[in-house]
């Protein structure tokens, strides 16, 4: 088959490869009809993540049918339409039982790491993937969903939801600033309302992605590159301390560090951006402000739920693709999806 390798820092290709097999009774192999491209990949292809071996088949997303299964699945079968989860669970371990699995403890790729797929084994951006723990791994489409709505559950939507939105502790009524209006910025921007924020302000420095995240869910734009732009965000706010939550979608230091300058005392920073350097915080002026700030790695426990909202078409996921292409049109793909300030793209989707 067909898939996109890393090969380096810098380096991938559109390559043949071996037909991914059956390895354990609770893997399936999944065809691969839609999948795209996300931000973590460019993080990849920069070497921000060293655990990825060369050689290793990138991607996470993604929506196929399922050609064959091991004889421990239960749950799905051949010529079923599937989301494929970022996150692996293996649903029995103590991480798993909790919920939280980002980390769950099963031995594949690594113990304790449930984001694998184009990380830890191959994965996505190719003809067929080897999906394990396919009972508690895939999600079955129900119809009238499409696979450009459906591929945006795979990572985006519950990551944006469950991190930004749930971790970052939006209430009923709060003001909330996004750094970034990205795939991932705009994800929390469109899940936001799930939580009645009253005001949702975006911060760029694209006018651009201002301007689209006013079809999201942002009430309000601000570009990050004007003076006083930070007065302008308090201003918004009914009594100028700063916004209740702000959320970081960039993953650079210094969107971070923006974050924890916009907010209230006893406001909420919710870190959702890749970060590939370490980042340094003014904690002499955060704990006295009650600052709270928190991280984490999706762990897709929300995908139920989100995808009733997409079929219902509260969520219209598929907003988020701007660009199309087939498989084999891969690097093109990762051209414009790379060059993104210029291309003005969102989600690239590549399907069969």
């Keep these: 088959m067909k898939a996109l390798t890393y090969q380096g820092p810098g380096q991938k290709n559109w390559e043949d490869v071996p037909d991914p097999t059956i390895q354990h009774p609770t893997d399936v192999i999944v065809r691969i009809d839609t999948t795209t491209i996300c931000g973590t990949d460019l993080h990849i292809l920069k070497g921000d993540v060293p655990a990825v071996a060369e050689g290793r088949i990138l991607g996470h997303e993604g929506v196929g049918t399922v050609t064959e299964v091991g004889t421990a699945v239960t749950t799905v079968a051949v010529g079923d339409r599937v989301i494929i989860s970022c996150i692996s669970a293996c649903g029995r371990c103590s991480y798993c039982r909790a919920g939280l699995y980002a980390h769950c403890l099963a031995d594949e790729g690594e113990s304790g790491i449930g984001w694998i797929f184009g990380h830890l084994i191959d994965g996505t951006q190719a003809e067929y993937v080897r999906v394990p723990f396919a009972d508690t791994s895939l999600h079955k489409l129900p119809d009238g969903v499409s696979d450009e709505a459906a591929v ?27 750094v970034g209006s990205g795939p991932i910025g705009l994800a929390v921007m469109m899940t936001l309302g799930l939580y009645g924020a009253s005001r949702v302000i975006a911060i760029d420095l694209d006018d651009n992605r201002i301007e689209q995240a006013l079809a999201f869910g942002a009430t309000d734009g601000v570009n990050s590159g004007t003076d006083g732009w930070q007065d302008e965000v308090r201003r918004m706010t009914a009594d100028g301390l700063g916004v ?61 739920m989100l995808l009733k909202l997409v079929a219902s078409r509260k969520i219209p996921a598929e907003r988020f693709a701007t660009h199309r292409f087939t498989l084999d049109q891969m690097l093109d793909a990762y051209d414009t999806f790379g060059r993104a300030a210029e291309t003005k793209a969102l989600k690239v989707v590549l399907s069969r």
């Design 152 to 178: 945006m559950l795979s990572d985006i939507l519950p990551t944006g939801f469950e991190i930004g939105v749930r971790n970052g502790g939006t209430k009923p009524g709060d003001v909330v600033a996004v």
């Design 244 to 304: 209740d939550v702000a959320v970081e979608a960039v993953g650079v230091p210094a969107t971070l560090q923006f974050c924890t300058e916009l907010i209230r005392p006893g406001g909420h920073v919710a870190n959702v951006g890749v970060h590939g350097h370490p980042v340094e915080l003014a904690m002499q002026d955060l704990w006295i402000k009650d600052v709270t700030i928190t991280t984490g790695l999706v762990s897709t426990s929300t995908t139920p």
